[in-house]
């Protein structure tokens, strides 16, 4: 483990939290998206978080593996009115539910806020031992 | 005197190891299928002291026995955050003992013991 090895473990889940909350402005902006029916729609997207686990020793944080993109599917809606609408009037528009995005916002917010804690928790330590012997 | 310092620079460097795991456990707080990491060595260290002829103590790693929720992960993030501070607090009070034993050597060699 490197010096102030926490630092670097907090800073890591600081980052993770960030790209969730990436996605789900991404998710959130593109909640009104309109498709034609022949295309898909917008899938929601959550990252995958993967541990950086070391055998007998403590871990070192998370990363994220990658992006998961959601079902394209999407709802087939009437709306002729639509430059997107097809001859029978439908558009496909995205299967993202504003109310699960919340949600998940308000865990990734919770998530990056534990870790600065810990990372604030960290630099309060790591500062009293550079007192050692002064 | 010589074993004060060595104990406390072996709790130290436990504290801090134990403040990793606690950093490590709330970075993964929703990493699915994570199971949380306990950093002990309070026991070894007493067994060391306590030892006639010394000993040697040991930091040891384990797994969070708490059962996990629905998507595998046990890491509860308040008692993470708790832990958090009473590790920063500990660390601290020990960084504290070390200097103070450090000044008694200054102050009885002819320095200054403040």
Redesign the interface.
């Known amino acids: 483990m490197s010096l102030f090895g926490s630092l670097s473990i907090s800073g890591s889940g600081v980052d993770a939290a960030q790209t969730w909350l990436n996605t789900i402005a991404g998710n959130i902006a593109n909640m009104n998206d309109v498709s034609k029916t022949d295309q898909a729609a917008y899938g929601a997207q959550a990252p995958v978080f993967m541990p950086n686990a070391i055998p007998g020793q403590v871990g070192d944080g998370v990363a994220v593996a990658g992006i998961q993109e959601g079902d394209t599917t999407g709802i087939v809606q009437y709306d002729p009115t639509s430059p997107q609408a097809d001859a029978q009037g439908l558009v496909r528009v995205p299967d993202v539910q504003l109310s699960s995005q919340m949600v998940n916002m308000i865990q990734a917010q919770t998530d990056f806020q534990a870790n600065t804690s810990a990372l604030a928790d960290a630099k309060t330590a790591y500062q009293s031992a550079l007192t050692l012997g002064t | 005197m010589d074993g004060i310092v060595s104990a406390l620079q072996f709790a130290?460097n436990a504290?801090?190891?134990q403040?990793?795991?606690?950093?490590?456990n709330?970075?993964?707080?929703?990493?699915?299928g994570?199971t949380g990491?306990d950093?002990s060595f309070e026991q070894s260290l007493q067994q060391a002291i306590d030892a006639p002829n010394g000993g040697t103590a040991t930091v040891t790693?384990s797994a969070d026995p708490a059962p996990p929720a629905s998507n595998g992960n046990n890491v509860d993030?308040a008692t993470?955050?708790v832990n958090?501070?009473q590790?920063?607090l500990q660390?601290?009070t020990m960084?504290?003992m070390?200097?103070a034993q450090?000044r008694l050597v200054a102050g009885s060699t002819g320095g200054s013991f403040t």
């Open positions: 130290v504290v801090a190891q403040q990793q795991a606690t950093a490590n709330l970075a993964n707080t929703d990493t699915p994570f990491q950093v790693v993030t993470q955050l958090g501070q590790e920063t660390y601290q960084v504290e070390l200097n450090f």
